[in-house]
């Protein structure tokens, strides 16, 4: 059995995620008839399937098959050239099969996703945040991130920038510490990674809730010496009987005399009599 197999065209550029086609093309120069089943030699992949999947051809005769091809988008196959064979096999274990070769050209595909976790943290003075980017793509990315943030919190990403291999995951560790904690009551500070990979970009944000000075039982004694404080001080100023401290000591030096002198008179003493008053 004489059999040829040709691929038309022998170079095809295919973009991940799109249709592209090639034509197989059979010649049967023997003096029987081929029957054929085709298949995709060396590579287990499920996007290149041909159509029809088996036939036969005419002593002298020739027949064309579609060839279909859609890679998906991800990580594989990789971008770059790629060679294919498809194989046509005679039924009986006498024919020997033909092959026909095509050489893929896998266009780049840069797609990465990026999240940051938790997305709320909490802290009096700092906290920590992981931004994690997963490449999708089929290419290796070098990945920027820069802290975006307002002027209430100083953050430091750590490091700046992550290289990041098609369907892996790079992370980094993102600082975040606010400026001035308020007293009593928590407050939410927002932050911000704008993530840069060149031809593609994205931002990511969680929330920093910085927790106030006072704590628990603490912020408990703080009102309570508000509250209480005025009270003490003005039971202070009040003396054991409940009348203020000035009119006590005022009342203890005793009635005047008669003549302005203030000295008191005592129970026993004989007040002096003038002679000459009738």
Same mark, same amino acid.
């Given at each position: 059995?004489?059999?040829?197999?040709?691929?038309?065209?022998?170079?095809?550029?295919?973009?991940?995620?799109?249709?592209?086609?090639?034509?197989?093309?059979?010649? /049967?120069?023997?003096?029987?008839?081929?029957?054929?089943?085709?298949?995709?030699?060396?590579?287990?992949?499920? @996007?290149?399937?041909?159509?029809?999947?088996?036939?036969?051809?005419?002593?002298?005769?020739?027949?064309?098959?579609?060839?279909?091809?859609?890679?998906?988008?991800?990580?594989?196959?990789?971008?770059?050239?790629?060679?294919?064979?498809?194989?046509?096999?005679?039924?009986?274990?006498?024919?020997?099969?033909?092959?026909?070769?095509?050489?893929?050209?896998?266009?780049?595909?840069?797609?990465?996703?990026?999240?940051?976790?938790?997305?709320?943290?909490?802290?009096?003075?700092?906290?920590?945040?992981?931004?994690?980017?997963? /490449?999708?793509? /089929?290419?290796?990315?070098?990945?920027?991130?820069?802290?975006?943030?307002?002027?209430?919190?100083?953050?430091?990403?750590?490091?700046?920038?992550?290289?990041?291999?098609?369907?892996?995951?790079?992370?980094?560790?993102? @600082?975040?510490?606010?400026? @001035?904690?308020?007293?009593?009551?928590?407050?939410?500070?927002?932050?911000?990674?704008?993530?840069?990979?060149?031809?593609?970009?994205?931002?990511?944000?969680?929330?920093?809730?910085?927790?106030?000075?006072?704590?628990?039982?603490?912020?408990?004694?703080?009102?309570?010496?508000?509250?209480?404080?005025?009270?003490?001080?003005?039971?202070?100023?009040?003396?054991?009987?409940?009348?203020?401290?000035?009119?006590?000591?005022?009342?203890?030096?005793?009635?005047? /005399?008669?003549?302005?002198?203030?000295?008191?008179?005592?129970?026993?003493?004989?007040?002096?009599?003038?002679?000459?008053?009738?």
């Amino acid at each position: 059995m004489d059999l040829s197999a040709e691929l038309e065209p022998s170079e095809l550029l295919v973009q991940p995620g799109e249709m592209a086609r090639a034509e197989l093309r059979l010649r /049967n120069r023997g003096d029987h008839p081929a029957a054929l089943s085709l298949q995709v030699a060396d590579v287990d992949v499920d @996007w290149i399937w041909t159509n029809p999947t088996a036939l036969k051809v005419a002593p002298g005769g020739e027949a064309r098959v579609q060839v279909s091809l859609r890679p998906p988008r991800g990580a594989d196959p990789p971008a770059g050239p790629m060679t294919v064979a498809l194989r046509a096999l005679p039924a009986g274990v006498l024919h020997q099969p033909v092959e026909a070769t095509l050489t893929l050209e896998v266009a780049p595909v840069a797609d990465l996703i990026a999240s940051m976790r938790p997305r709320i943290s909490s802290g009096r003075w700092r906290a920590r945040h992981t931004v994690s980017v997963h /490449n999708r793509g /089929n290419v290796a990315l070098h990945v920027g991130l820069a802290p975006a943030s307002s002027g209430d919190v100083v953050v430091e990403m750590r490091p700046a920038a992550v290289e990041v291999d098609p369907g892996e995951v790079g992370e980094a560790t993102l @600082w975040v510490r606010g400026r @001035w904690p308020r007293l009593l009551r928590p407050v939410e500070r927002p932050v911000a990674v704008e993530v840069d990979a060149g031809t593609t970009a994205t931002r990511v944000t969680a929330t920093f809730v910085q927790g106030p000075v006072l704590r628990g039982w603490q912020r408990w004694v703080a009102v309570g010496l508000v509250v209480l404080g005025p009270v003490v001080l003005g039971l202070r100023a009040l003396g054991p009987s409940g009348i203020p401290s000035e009119f006590v000591a005022d009342d203890a030096s005793g009635p005047a /005399n008669d003549d302005g002198s203030g000295a008191a008179v005592g129970a026993g003493d004989v007040p002096a009599v003038d002679p000459d008053c009738p």
